[in-house]
């Protein structure tokens, strides 16, 4: 079964940097661009980062100049920094596999989420 699994996720203060880490199985990695989202709790799915299968990235203007995504293809790894952490990027932040082409992507399959808290 094909499965994304997100971990990093925690409780750290304003200012501070957390980095999530996704892992995912070969076949699905290798072939898609992949993405962060994140969800607050009453709130739509809103999109963070994507990077294609080139490391192409985009970026939600929230989080441009703070945050970085980046894939270890050999590992089947996709990775989050985030730095300069607000009480506003708290959120549940989920890792996707995308199809479609860069700006028009679509998430495809989902990991279960990971829960990052920023304290003021």
């Known amino acids: 079964q094909v499965q994304l699994v997100e971990s990093g996720g925690g409780l750290v203060q304003a200012g501070k940097s957390l980095r999530l880490s996704c892992t995912a199985s070969?076949?699905?990695?290798?072939?898609?661009?992949m993405g962060w989202y994140r969800q607050v709790s009453g709130k739509q799915r809103e999109l963070v980062a994507t990077?294609?299968?080139?490391?192409?990235?985009d970026y939600a203007d929230s989080v441009k100049g703070r945050f970085t995504i980046s894939r270890d293809n050999a590992n089947h790894a996709m990775y989050l920094q985030m730095n300069s952490l607000t009480p506003d990027d708290t959120a549940v932040y989920y890792c996707?596999?995308?199809?479609?082409?860069?700006?028009?992507?679509?998430?495809?399959?989902w990991g279960q989420g990971t829960q990052v808290t920023v304290s003021s």
């Open positions: 996707a596999a995308l199809s479609g082409y860069r700006g028009s992507y679509s998430p495809q399959i």
């Open positions: 990077i294609s299968t080139f490391g192409n990235t």
């Open positions: 070969g076949r699905i990695f290798s072939a898609n661009a």
